[in-house]
């Protein structure tokens, strides 16, 4: 793929830009180890005065920012201004609270007899960050501000497609005061990454992507022993039972199911709901997805733009195209919108089987695939039918449902009565193949630190050294 801005609107190329030289890419390699050394031992009320900057600088310039991110992707521009406000909120909560979360934390001296035992956190170095077009912003910065107030430093190959949204955020934290190398923009393409990433001086690596894309990288980071955080794919279930409340649950499915143009990893993509509510539910659900608003990602009033590439929407198409001529049923939908631009219908699909693709692949847009079960039992064996376990919905008022959704569904995260959703406070990250590892939280900024056990015993209890114990 061609490094280059091409508004998904209108299918024109905008803006081109050419790859760096492997030459330039190792002097910024460099760069980044060099100014690692330093950053390293800055204190967390400077990085964090930096880290707050670049949150002030992304609510003064949300309109601008947001407007480059519907250029190249095609999200509407009210989901853009939301896409820098969490940004900026993200930001805030890792410079509040980098500190105390990488605080030394005490162990029991006694039971392993030392003075002092306590396991402290210290920044790896170099990671490299392969991040995907879908949420250019937020995907970088949740990996970024934890990284940053960590102590690293960020190598940062995004998807071709948001160049200008990648060299925003390289110059993003300049301005913001970082030092010079401490996130940098490597505009590369992906048969590049394996050269960055076995280098010596880049110690680890997150990607957040397609299944293929992680396992590849993940056994190249394997191979030379290097953590790595991987956040993949997902064919998230939204299970509605008979205690839901079904208005409720159709205006949030459509909403999950509908943002970023149905281009979301959590998005709910697999509807699966108890035959007692089907009908009801169904009803609900198809009036508010045919009734959607599709046109330009600009227009205030837009509430599905368009897909982000050509090839997303031919994806799209074939995988709809291979249901329908299996039998499956469009309750709405199911056709390329005609004029220019890659915009794609709201679509229900119904009578789904095990041999159609829409059964077992992940699908990249607004399609929804809606199932009827009999029971709690069905309705938790076909959400884990799946390789697949990023998010999962339940909907329901009864207690105990709700505790054998939490521990029966196989996935990283799961939400009662609510749409799964990424919170700073919050681990996020999937189970089988969507990956592993996790981001934000806590859980987030301690990935790429070193939990280093520390023991020590004084020099005047030293007795007993010879038997490793502090008398």
């Not at 100014?35 to 031992?41: E, G, K, M, N």
């Not at 143009?261 to 699966?272: E, H, P, V, Y």
Request: aromatic share 8%; charged share 20%; glycine share 10%.
């Amino acid at each position: 793929m061609a490094i280059a801005t091409t508004n998904p609107a209108t299918g024109q190329v905008e803006k081109t830009f050419q790859p760096l030289t492997d030459a330039k890419v190792d002097q910024r390699i460099e760069r980044a180890a060099a100014t690692f050394a330093a950053l390293r031992d800055t204190t967390f009320a400077q990085r964090a005065a930096w880290m707050n900057a670049a949150a002030d600088i992304l609510d003064a310039e949300v309109e601008a920012v947001a407007a480059v991110m519907t250029t190249e992707m095609g999200k509407t521009i009210a989901a853009a201004r939301g896409e820098v406000a969490k940004c900026a909120t993200g930001s805030r909560f890792y410079a509040a609270r980098a500190e105390g979360f990488l605080a030394d934390e005490p162990g029991d001296a006694a039971a392993v007899h030392a003075a002092r035992a306590f396991v402290r956190y210290e920044p790896l170095g170099p990671v490299l960050a392969v991040m995907p077009w879908n949420f250019p912003l937020w995907q970088v910065v949740r990996f970024a501000a934890p990284a940053l107030m960590a102590g690293n430093v960020g190598l940062l190959k995004h998807s071709s497609n948001v160049p200008q949204t990648a060299l925003y955020i390289e110059d993003l934290y300049l301005r913001a005061g970082f030092p010079e190398g401490a996130f940098q923009t490597l505009l590369i393409g992906s048969d590049s990454v394996e050269r960055v990433l076995r280098d010596p001086r880049v110690r680890a690596v997150t990607l957040t992507g397609s299944e293929p894309a992680g396992r590849s990288v993940g056994a190249i980071a394997g191979s030379e022993v290097k953590p790595s955080v991987l956040e993949l794919g997902g064919s998230d279930p939204f299970i509605v039972m008979p205690s839901a409340d079904l208005d409720r649950a159709a205006a949030v499915g459509v909403t999950s199911r509908t943002m970023n143009n149905g281009q979301s990893c959590i998005a709910a993509k697999r509807f699966i709901v108890h035959e007692a509510v089907a009908n009801d539910f169904t009803q609900r659900f198809v009036d508010r997805m045919c009734g959607l608003k599709v046109g330009d990602p600009m227009d205030e009033s837009t509430e599905v733009g368009p897909l982000a590439t050509e090839q997303a929407r031919e994806d799209i198409e074939e995988i709809v195209a291979d249901a329908v001529g299996k039998g499956a049923t469009l309750l709405c939908g199911g056709e390329r919108l005609p004029g220019p631009g890659w915009f794609y219908p709201p679509t229900v699909i119904t009578d789904i089987t095990p041999d159609m693709r829409i059964y077992r692949e992940e699908i990249f847009g607004p399609v929804a695939s809606l199932y009827r079960v009999g029971g709690v039992d069905e309705a938790i064996g076909l959400a884990n039918a799946t390789e697949f376990g990023l998010g999962s919905n339940a909907w329901t008022s009864d207690p105990a449902e709700q505790e054998r959704f939490i521990r029966g569904l196989d996935a990283g995260q799961v939400f009662v009565n609510g749409m799964t959703t990424s919170f700073p406070e919050l681990p996020f990250g999937g189970a089988k193949n969507s990956g592993y590892g996790r981001e934000l939280s806590a859980a987030g900024i301690r990935a790429f630190c070193n939990a280093k056990t520390v023991w020590v015993c004084d020099a005047e209890d030293a007795g007993g050294l010879a038997t490793g114990v502090c008398e």
